[in-house]
Antibody, heavy 121, light 107 residues
Framework: EVQLVETGGGLIQPGGSLRLSCSASGFAVSSKAMSWVRQSPVKGLEWLSIIYIGGSTNYADSVKGRFTISRDTSKNTVFLQMNSLRVEDTAVYYC???????????????WGQGTVVTVSS | EIVLTQSPATLSLSPGERATLSCRVSQSIDIYLAWYQQKPGQAPRLLIYDTSNRATGIPARFSGSGSGTDFTLTISSLEPEDFAIYYCQQRTNWPRTFGQGTKVEIK
């Protein structure tokens, strides 16, 4: 059974940094593209970043240059390093796995439970 | 950035009724649209991908149609567990974007 567990959220002041972790089980994070998606009442669901099987990455403009996605295959974990945090980064952060069904790609068929990030002074 | 506009914002229906949800896209995305269901306190759940393909384990009462810029999610006969918020998402262009959601509530 596929399971994703996010950790690392919390309360942080503007300008600060946080590192989110997404621990995976039931599959290898090196075998599927993995994304981070956040959800807030203001912006709704917002895709942030993806790391592909080969290790290439992509980012939404809203986080490019501030957030970095990476993975540790030995720990079967994906990370999101978040720097220069802003009030508008306040959200629930989910990691999500690329879908497995034949022909399905860049949609997300498994999600973690989410971790809350609050950016406030 | 491709913008997805869902309508209506809220759909009030009774169990057993048919639900029709719309997702209009700001530019053509061919068939590359998905639908998700989200219940309170839970993560989104993939229902439909590439417009009309049901994800593994999704009941047949959920169906999707459309192409280009106009897409529809249909729930043929609402079950009590179907009352939730539904989101569409495109994968044609970067960034991947979601609609703002349609809430299906019990009438």
């Amino acid at each position: 059974e596929v399971q994703l567990v996010e950790t690392g959220g919390g309360l942080i002041q503007p300008g600060g940094s946080l590192r989110l972790s997404c621990s995976a089980s039931g599959f290898a994070v090196s075998s599927k593209a993995m994304s981070w998606v956040r959800q807030s009442p203001v912006k709704g669901l917002e895709w942030l970043s993806i790391i592909y099987i080969g290790g290439s990455t992509n980012y939404a403009d809203s986080v490019k240059g501030r957030f970095t996605i990476s993975r540790d295959t030995s720990k079967n974990t994906v990370f999101l390093q978040m720097n220069s945090l802003r009030v508008e980064d306040t959200a629930v952060y989910y990691c999500a796995k690329d879908c497995t069904d034949g022909g399905c790609s860049n949609f997300f068929d498994s999600w973690g439970q989410g971790t809350v990030v609050t950016v406030s002074s | 950035e491709i913008v997805l506009t869902q309508s209506p914002a809220t759909l009030s229906l009774s169990p057993g009724e048919r639900a029709t949800l719309s997702c209009r896209v700001s530019q053509s995305i061919d068939i590359y649209l998905a639908w998700y269901q989200q219940k309170p306190g839970q993560a989104p759940r993939l229902l439909i991908y590439d417009t009309s393909n049901r994800a593994t384990g999704i009941p047949a009462r959920f169906s999707g149609s459309g192409s280009g810029t106009d897409f529809t999610l249909t729930i043929s006969s609402l079950e009590p567990e179907d009352f939730a918020i539904y989101y569409c998402q495109q994968r044609t262009n970067w960034p991947r974007t979601f609609g703002q959601g349609t809430k299906v509530e019990i009438k």
